[in-house]
């Protein structure tokens, strides 16, 4: 079992900047990919961005050139950085491991955390 705890989310006006962290209870090493998702109201989640093991990020086209993904390993944390937020950037923000264990990709959510882009 796998525990994600996020922090990071608030309150920000458009133009701002936010980091959200996610804390993992095991070994990053033994996690493939961490990944951050969104879900605003009445929409599905989506990816927002991911990074493997090996520190090679991918994101979603919407946010390209304005959140940067980051791991720390020592640290067991995944972290977000968000810059020049737009009100459309507003949505609940989901930490997400993949750990792949005994022949299966398994994955594990953190609780959740509120991103409000608004003047």
């Known amino acids: 079992q796998v525990q994600l705890v996020e922090s990071g989310g608030g309150l920000v006006q458009p133009g701002g900047s936010l980091r959200l962290s996610c804390a993992a209870s095991?070994?990053?090493?033994?996690?493939?990919?961490m990944g951050w998702y969104r879900q605003a109201p009445r929409k599905q989640r989506e990816l927002v961005a991911d990074i493997g093991r090996g520190g090679a990020p991918n994101y979603t086209d919407s946010v390209k050139g304005r959140f940067t993904i980051s791991r720390d390993n020592a640290k067991n944390t995944v972290y977000l950085q968000m810059d020049s937020l737009k009100p459309e950037d507003t949505a609940v923000y989901f930490c997400?491991?993949?750990?792949?264990?005994?022949?299966?990709?398994?994955?594990?959510w953190g609780q959740g955390t509120q991103v409000t882009v608004s003047s």
């Open positions: 997400n491991a993949r750990l792949f264990v005994d022949g299966t990709w398994r994955n594990y």
């Open positions: 095991v070994s990053m090493f033994s996690i493939s990919v």
